[in-house]
Every structure is written in C-alpha cells, then in structure tokens.
C-alpha cells in the first residue's frame, strides 16, 4: 500500500490493493457533476432501462431523465453527467444505499476505485481511487485483472476514438462564428448522443456518427473561411 491517503494516484497494471466494496453508498454521496456517463454508457443503460420495464424509448429519454450536461470548455464542448438529488447530492440511482442499476451502470462506477486515464494518443493509464480509506480491506485485487473484467476491448475502442478525437472537435468547434454554435452543438448532441437505435451493435454507429461529426465541423470552420 502506498503512503497516505490523497484522493487519486496513479498505479500500474500489476499493482495489488486490497478492495471490498463496503456497500456503505458513499461513494455514490455528494457526485454533484461527478459521475460521467458517455455515449457508450448512456446507450447501454437506456437499454437496460428499456429492457427491464421502464417506459424509456431512447436515449434522449435517458438523458432527459437521468442526466446533466456539463460544459467542459468554453468552445461549447460538453459531457453529461448523473443527476443528483436531495441534500447529499446523491446519485440519482441510489436508493437505500444501493445501486439501482448495478448490473449496467456506468464505466465509472464499474471501474471503482480503479480509474481508467485515456491520453490523446489512443492509450491509457490508470488511478486509483482513494477518497474512501475504509474500502482498503478484504480481498486482494490486481489492476489487471480487474481491468479485464470491467474494462472489455468494445470500452477501449470507444474510448480511444472519443477521447482522441475531443481535441480534434473542440478545435473545430472554436473555429466556427458564435452564430454557427448553436447549430453545431445540436449536431454535437445528435451524433454524439441521439443518433442510435437501440436494436443495432453500439460500435459500429457510434463510428458512423463520429466520422459523420467530423465531416459536419469540418464543412462549417470550411465555409466559414
Ligand atoms: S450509478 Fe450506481 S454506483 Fe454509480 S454513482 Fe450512481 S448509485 Fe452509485
């Protein structure tokens, strides 16, 4: 174990911590703008969602019910992130201390204390996460091994893409007038968000709209010369 108790330091693959989850909720306490939920993970909780019960048709639904845009930087780059409720902030999905859609939630949380740190090269590395010392008990776990459950080749794919290409949209985002903002920020959403049917592998549109994204920016900062 390392020295300490600061809330996030970077560990390799092969460390070794001890972890149990306590099922104490307070890591799911006080997330205002702290849980992000991506493309990949708002796709597969709305099916999830969908799948058991709820009246949740896409997810556009999810994310009017469920979640919060925050702007990541003034060009008008934004994520969503979990809605938090009473007093405590907590998650939107905690429920008597438990996580109402454990089975399919998202990336973040699946990941925890572990944290997956994307570079803009398409690789990554990883934190852990140490606000909460009393979890530090129990079994031993190995980031490895941990990874290769939560973290399948799909997540990684997607991640290096989304992540690799956020520079490249912000970019162009910032080339655009302010009267043309508006405009690319719903295309942002759509193709980012909106555009999937729940029906069809996630991947594959998720590329599709990427490219599609891309293609959109690069016509408007174009015309705009
Ligand atoms: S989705 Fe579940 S595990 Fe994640 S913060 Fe919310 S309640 Fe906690």
């Not at 990336?107 to 996460?129: E, I, K, M, Q, T």
């Not at 997540?155 to 912000?170: E, Q, S, V, W």
């Not at 590329?207 to 599609?212: I, L, T």
Request: aromatic share 12%; hydrophobic share 35%; with cysteine.
């Amino acid at each position: 174990m390392m020295e300490g108790w600061g809330k996030t330091v970077g560990i390799t693959p092969s460390s070794r911590v001890r972890f149990r989850c306590q099922g104490c909720g307070k890591c799911c306490l006080r997330v205002k703008e702290g849980v992000p939920v991506d493309s990949q993970d708002v796709f597969r909780m709305t099916k999830y969602l969908r799948d058991h019960g709820e009246d949740i048709l896409c997810t556009d639904d999810f994310l009017a019910r469920y979640a919060e845009p925050v702007l990541l930087d003034e060009c008008g780059y934004f994520v969503y992130m979990l809605k938090t409720v009473g007093e405590e902030n907590a998650c939107i999905f905690l429920k008597d201390n438990r996580c109402t859609i454990h089975d399919e939630n998202p990336r973040a949380c699946r990941l925890y204390p572990f944290v997956v740190n994307p570079d803009p090269r398409g690789l990554h590395s990883y934190l852990l996460s140490r606000e909460y010392p009393h979890h530090f008990t129990g079994t031993v776990v190995q980031t490895k091994s941990w990874m290769k459950k939560r973290f399948p080749k799909e997540d990684r794919l997607f991640l290096k893409t989304d992540f690799g290409g956020a520079k490249d949209i912000a970019d162009l985002l910032r080339k655009l007038p302010e009267g043309k903002q508006t405009q690319a920020l719903l295309h942002f959403h759509r193709l980012k968000y909106s555009d999937f049917n729940l029906e069809h592998p996630f991947l594959e549109q998720y590329y599709r709209n990427h490219d599609k994204l891309v293609a959109i920016l690069n016509r408007m900062a174009e015309e705009n010369k």
